[in-house]
């Protein structure tokens, strides 16, 4: 089940007011991957069976704008450009899709490893592929490789016992997030295994 809720925000201890409560239906399988676009006020999810659909409100109601099936393998991450323009997914298999905000395909590519994550640079020049195996690797913008991450931690470790968790790259230029006064020379890019 997917279920959207939206919180007003509300004075006192009380907390906010439920103002949205709305199942989407959609997906056949178990929703394994959602991700925000806030920039666009939109919502996109991947089942277990690869299918990726993306939601959009329209008159206070979420409605699928877009559906896509590889039928091939299963999404394992999805990531939007810091600016909401692009859509980066992988799946399992080493594919990678690009796609537009508008839903128009931009770029594929079958990359000749298993992927696990992906996360854009805050300019979104550089894109990060995760291994389920805790390799980290720099591509450009369209695809092309450029080089892995070196990751010091993981010398002499089998990839069974430091799988990767998480890639996350803070954009210290975003504003409203709470974190102005962090330093913007400090540390922007979080390797989690």
């Known amino acids: 089940m997917l279920k959207v809720l939206k919180l007003e925000s509300g004075k006192g201890q009380g907390g906010g007011n439920l103002s949205m409560n709305q199942n989407l239906q959609g997906h ?20 277990e069976a690869g299918l990726i659909i993306v939601w959009m409100m329209h008159k206070q109601h979420w409605f699928e704008e877009m559906i896509n099936n590889r039928n091939k393998s299963v999404v394992t991450d999805m990531r939007w450009t810091p600016n909401g323009e692009k859509i980066g997914i992988v799946y399992e298999d080493g594919a990678v899709i690009v796609g537009s905000v508008e839903g128009t395909r931009l770029w594929g590519k079958e990359l000749k490893i298993r992927l696990k994550l992906i996360e854009w640079s805050p300019d979104s020049r550089t894109i990060l592929f995760g291994t389920p ?14 080089f892995p991450v070196k990751i010091q931690c993981l010398r002499g470790m089998k990839a069974t016992e430091m799988p990767l968790a998480a890639i996350e790259w803070y954009d210290s230029n975003r504003q409203g997030f709470g974190y102005e006064d962090v330093d913007e020379n400090s540390a922007s890019l979080c390797i989690a295994y």
């Open 28 to 47: 056949k399988g178990n929703v394994q991957v959602i991700q925000w676009n806030d920039q666009y006020q939109k919502l996109t999810t991947s089942d």
């Open 133 to 146: 195996e805790g390799a980290v690797n720099v591509y450009d913008y369209v695809g092309n490789y450029q």
